[in-house]
Every structure is written in structure tokens, then in C-alpha cells.
């Protein structure tokens, strides 16, 4: 075994049906007296019942949480929080919330209570992004780690069949590269590994029946593993090519994970060779790509580019951003391989 470095986040993790019920207890625990709690608009009757189980521990509800965090909506938060003198926010939606409650976190310090209702995995890492003037900037801080998770399938019954598939292929994608990251260890290695199995079963069911908060609670499961390997490891490759297509072209996040997976898997096929053995195994295929790959098409989430808004003379550009300032990868990254990746998410052909 090789010598590794296992920085362990510390998070309080509350899971399972009916937990938000504990919200309040969570929040005195901080301890904390004036929660704000975050949410996207559309979420907003979500919010308003958070702030209802709160109480008088609840200072205020801001549901303009917006997708990469616009500097201006970071600016508007951090200004209400400060006005209203909350001391923590209770972030009730999925990345875009939990985002923008980090954003406060970054600038104040607030510790956060993270409620998340996709599969993106956020609550689980240290990982901040604010986009200003079409950039986003990303970097790592443990002040904007959530204090405490609170878990509850019964929230994720309402994320669409359209949006779990993606917001599902998202969380995969963290394990799959947590499986050939250069800083992996064994820990994280076993919760990738699980976190495949777990979603490779659970994803399917949850598009045929949304309504069912076990299988739910399986995806969720998964989906706090992915989240825990995101936070442990650097990613590669994937990640790089959706921060890119996502940043550059405005691409909606989940969805672009969902059709550069099976490529960026291709694309590392040889040279991570152990990771993919481990990555088909927990999804029960013979080849971790065209599994991944089918799995998008089972889950009816997007496995074409040119189905997301990517404009054709887009590709030369996004391979010169992806290659200029790679991402670690197990495979050399050199323009004309990662032109040909584009390529073939583009049309979103089956890897072979
Ligand atoms: P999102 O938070 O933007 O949510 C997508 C849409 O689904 C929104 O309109 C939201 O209101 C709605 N929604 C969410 N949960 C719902 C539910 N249960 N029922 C009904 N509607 C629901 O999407 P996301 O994919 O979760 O997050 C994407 C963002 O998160 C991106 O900005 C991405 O960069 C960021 N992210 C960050 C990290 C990190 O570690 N920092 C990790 C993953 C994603």
C-alpha cells in the first residue's frame, strides 16, 4: 500500500426519513439564536416550512439563491444576513443554496446547518465557487464546511425524474474520479466504490418511481459518499471539462456531468486500470464506460452536448480552456485527446 494523507472532514451527519423535524435542535446545538434560512426560489414553500419548525430561532428566509453563486447575489446575502444579525444559515435546497450559504460562510465565518434536497454532494466539502464577471472562482476553506447535514429523503421526493437522473449522474461522477485521484486512499476508495454500487441500483428505481422514499434514501446515501470522496481527493479530468463547459458556456451543471462521465471514463480506461476494474465491478458491468454510459440513457439524462446548448464552434475553444491549466489526471492531457472527447460528447456517441 502506498503511503497517503487522509484529511478527514468533520461534520455532523443526521440521516433518515422525517429528520428535518430535528432542524431546531441542530440549530441550538451550534449553538446558534438567529438562523437565515437560503433556498432557490422555487423552493421557496420549502424555506418558509423550515422556518415554521424554527420558530423564534429563525431570523429571516432568502430564496434567491441563483445557479454558481453571481457575486451579486452573494453581495445581496451577505447583506441580509448582516442586517437581520443572523448568527448561522440553515441552507434548505441543493448546490445552489448550499453554495450561496458558503459564500456567506466565507466572508463572515456563520457556521452552516446544510439541508440538501439533489444529489449534488456539496454539503459534504469545503469547496466554495463565486462567478463574477462570467469566471467562476473556485477554492477550498474549511470555514465554509457545514457544521452539521441533516439528511432527509422525504425532500428529495419532489426533485423531478428529469433532474434526479443528472443531479444522480453528478454525484457518480465524484466517485468515479475519487477512484484514480492522486491523493485517493483506501478510506475514500471503499466510499467511492459503495457510492457506485448504491446509485448504479438505487438511480433507476428513483426515475420509475420518484414517490418512493426508500430508494430515495438509497440515492441520498450514495450521494453523501460522493460527497465525502469529492471532499477528500483532487478531481481530474471530468471535473475539469464540466467546470469548464459550465463556466465558459453557461451549460446546466448536473447535466453536463451526466454526458461527459462516459467520456472522461473512456479517456482513462488504460491508464487508471485498477479504478476502472473496482468502478465496473460496483456497477455490475464489464466496461465501467459503456456502463456509465447506459446507465445516462436508463436514467433518460442527457448524453449529448449538442442536447444542452453546446454551440458546435464551442469545442476548440473549450478544449484550449480544459488543457490549458489541467487538472492532475492519470492520463497525459494534451489538446488534441481532449478535443476528441468534446467531440464525442457532442454527438453523445456510446464509447467503445
Ligand atoms: P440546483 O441547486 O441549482 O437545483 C436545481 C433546480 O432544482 C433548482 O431550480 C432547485 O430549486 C430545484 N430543486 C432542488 N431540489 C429540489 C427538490 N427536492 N424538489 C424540487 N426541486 C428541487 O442544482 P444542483 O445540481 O444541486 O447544484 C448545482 C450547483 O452546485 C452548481 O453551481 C455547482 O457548481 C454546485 N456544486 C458545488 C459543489 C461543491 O462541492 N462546492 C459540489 C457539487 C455541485
Redesign the pocket.
Known sequence: MRPFVYDQSAIRVIFGVGVLDRLAEEVQRLPAKRALVL?????SGLAEDAAGRLGKLAAGVYAK?????PIETARAARDEAKRLEADCCVAV???????LA?AIALESGLPIVAVP??????E??P???VTEGGL?K?GRDRKVLPRTVIYDPA??????PK?SG??GM?ALAHCVEALYAEDGNPIVTLMAAEGIRVLGTSLPVVVREPANVEIRADALYGAWLA?AA??ATRMSIHHKVCHTL?GAFNLP??QVHSVILPHAVAFNQEAAGDAMRLASQALGVKDAAQGVYDLAVRLGAPTALEDIGMPLDGLDRAAKLATESPYPNPRPIDYASVRQLLENAYHGIRPV
Not at 433556498?39 to 423552493?43: R, Y
Open positions: 433556498t432557490t426560489p422555487g423552493q439563491a441563483v445557479m454558481h453563486v435546497g441543493g448546490g445552489s443554496t448550499i453554495g458558503k434536497t439533489t444529489y449534488a454532494g456539496s459534504m466539502t469547496i466554495y465557487g467562476k473556485t425532500l428529495t421526493v419532489s426533485l423531478p433532474m443528472p443531479s453528478n460527497g469529492l471532499a459550465g451543471h448536473a
